[in-house]
Nanobody, 121 residues
Framework: QVRLVESGGGLVQAGGSLRLSCAAS????????MGWYRQAPGKQRELVAQ???????NYADSVKGRFTVSRDSAENTVWLLMNSLKPEDTAVYLC???????????????WGQGTQVTVSS
C-alpha cells in the first residue's frame, strides 16, 4: 500500500556528514509522522529522529546537536542531515512512517528497506 524508499547512505570518515532521504508513495491519505531508526549488528533497533505532521521533532540523546530531521509534507519526503559523524553511528538506517491510508481509518506503521551508513575512524 505504501512504499518508503531511502537513499543517501554510504561510507564517510569520522567528522564527516551525510544526508539521508526517504520518499513515501502509494495509498497515502495523510502521514502523521516520519523518521529514522537505526540498527547496528548485535544491537536493538533504536529511534534516531522523528518529525510529526505538526513539525515537532524528537531525537535520540546520542544524536542531539549533530543530526537534523526535516520533512516536505507536500512531497511526502523526510531527510536526515547527519553532521559530526562518529564510528558509533555506523548502522543500517531505516525510514519509518505512521500513515493513514486511503483504505482504512487507522494509522499503519511502514518501514523502508534500509540504507547502510558506515563511519570510519
Amino acid at each position: 500500500q505504501v512504499r518508503l524508499v531511502e537513499s543517501g547512505g554510504g561510507l564517510v570518515q569520522a567528522g564527516g556528514s551525510l544526508r539521508l532521504s526517504c520518499a513515501a508513495s502509494g495509498s497515502i491519505f495523510r502521514i502523521n509522522r516520519m523518521g529514522w531508526y537505526r540498527q547496528a549488528p548485535g544491537k536493538q533497533r533504536e529511534l534516531v529522529a522523528q518529525i510529526r505532521s505538526g513539525g515537532s521533532t524528537n531525537y535520540a540523546d546520542s544524536v542531539k546537536g549533530r543530526f537534523t530531521v526535516s520533512r516536505d509534507s507536500a512531497e511526502n519526503t523526510v531527510w536526515l542531515l547527519m553532521n559530526s559523524l562518529k564510528p558509533e553511528d555506523t548502522a543500517v538506517y531505516l525510514c519509518n512512517a505512521g500513515v493513514l491510508t486511503t483504505s482504512a481509518p487507522y494509522e499503519y506503521n511502514f518501514w523502508g528497506q534500509g540504507t547502510q551508513v558506515t563511519v570510519s575512524s
